[in-house]
Structures are given as C-alpha cells and as structure tokens.
C-alpha cells in the first residue's frame, strides 16, 4: 500500500525565504506526482504535475523535483511571500490506479 | 469555464438523515473523482468516474454510501443513515483524458462540501 509522508508538518518562514517542502513516497511504481495548494478551509488547487519519466517542473516561483527511485520529490518555492501561506500537499497516482495517496501536508506560514 | 462546482457548501445533519452532494466537473472533463478529507488530514480517495461509468471505488465507500453519474455530467454522492464520522469535507476533483493512457491529467478541484453531523 502506498504511504506518501511530507515533512516538515508545519514550516514558518520570514518573508523573502527561499524554502524546499519535502515529500516521500513508499512504492516508486508511481504514475505522477502532483502538489497541490489548501487555504483553510478551501478545496485544492493544482500548482504542479510532474509525470514519471520527468525531473521537474517549473511554474513561476514554484520548481518541483522527482527522483522516482527514491521514492522523493521537493517543492522549492523562491523569494516567499506572506500570501504563500497555505498547506501544501503532495500526491501521488499509482501505475494502474486512478487514485491519488496524499501525504498530510505541510502547513506554510511565511511572516511579514 | 467556471471550475468543479459543489453544493451545499455547508451541511449540518442530525445523526441517522440522509444527505446528497453534488458535483458539477468543468465542462470538457469526462474523468470525475470523489475525496473525503478529515481535519488535519490528507484527502482520501472515495471514488471514480469515467463518463457514466463508476470505475473504482474504495473500501473506505461503505454500503451507506453510494454515488452516481447519470448521463456523464453532473455527479451525486448520498449518505444515508449519516453517523458522526462522517462529518468530513466531501471534495470533487475533475480531469481530462488522456487517449491511451492512465490518469495522465491534472486534478481540478471544487471547494468541497462540509458535512457536520450532529
């Protein structure tokens, strides 16, 4: 069974940090990875899809990484603004499967 | 395009009533999929979609539990006979396919539905 695991669980920054959210997965026989953004109380909103056979991805100020035979991926998000704050989760989808495991998030809190 | 549509919002039940949800998809996305999501918690996988078609489900779906896509649009999930644990955030994701492969595409999801049982 899949377990997808992000560390830290919570993670409090000064604004303008540059900042890595971690994120493992116990079975790399996985189909994609996707992180996704949670405001309280809110639904998720996609930041960014990395395919198996890919390394990374890149949206802005956001840059994820995969290494599938270790089972990891980071979420590096550059120059932090107060209205990053958000938890961020990371999931991943199965070969076969069409489910997506998601880890428990990191909650992000970035300071004026 | 207006995104993954959810209503109720907000739902509060007395223990033992039934309660429906709905799910609109954006509009050209034939794959839906249903979560569940607990405080603190990642989302779990309830349930999934393709067109009319229930294609997998969870063991978490108990035989309370049922969900429907008529006609490949709009989707419902019902709970009946609602017990405290149920109460949870109810979300709705939607996706494109991908021909010749295998959830290929991004999730795209709704606000979700809160459900409070009391």
């Known amino acids: 069974k899949q377990e997808v695991t992000q560390i830290p669980a919570a993670l409090s920054v000064p604004e303008g940090e540059n900042l890595v959210l971690n994120c493992s997965f116990t079975d790399s026989a996985i189909y994609n990875l996707q992180w996704f953004r949670q405001d309280p109380g809110k639904g998720l909103t996609s930041l960014l899809l990395?395919?198996?056979?890919?390394r990374e991805q890149t949206s802005g100020r956001l840059n994820a990484s995969l290494d599938k035979s270790s089972g990891r991926s980071t979420l590096y998000i550059a120059a932090s603004q107060p209205g990053d704050s958000a938890t961020y989760l990371c999931?991943?989808?199965?070969?076969?499967?069409?489910?997506?495991?998601f880890g428990k998030g990191t909650k992000l809190s970035v300071i004026p | 395009d207006t995104g993954v549509s959810q209503n109720p919002r907000h739902k509060i039940t007395k223990r033992g009533q039934n309660v429906t949800f709905r799910c609109d998809p954006i509009?050209?996305?034939?794959?839906l999929y249903w979560y569940r999501q607990t405080l603190g918690q990642g989302p779990e996988f309830l349930t999934y979609f393709q067109n009319e078609a229930q294609l997998e489900k969870s063991r978490l779906l108990s035989d309370r539990f049922s969900a429907e896509r008529p006609k490949g649009s709009f989707s419902t999930l019902e709970i009946q006979r609602t017990e405290q644990g149920d109460s949870a955030m109810y979300l709705c994701?939607?996706?494109?396919?991908?021909?010749?492969?295998?959830?290929?595409?991004?999730?795209?999801f709704g606000e979700g539905s809160r459900l409070t049982v009391l």
């Open positions: 509009s050209e996305h034939n794959r």
């Open positions: 994701a939607s996706s494109t396919r991908t021909s010749g492969a295998v959830n290929t595409g991004e999730l795209f």
């Open positions: 990395i395919q198996s056979s890919q």
């Open positions: 999931a991943v989808s199965g070969a076969g499967s069409y489910q997506l495991t």
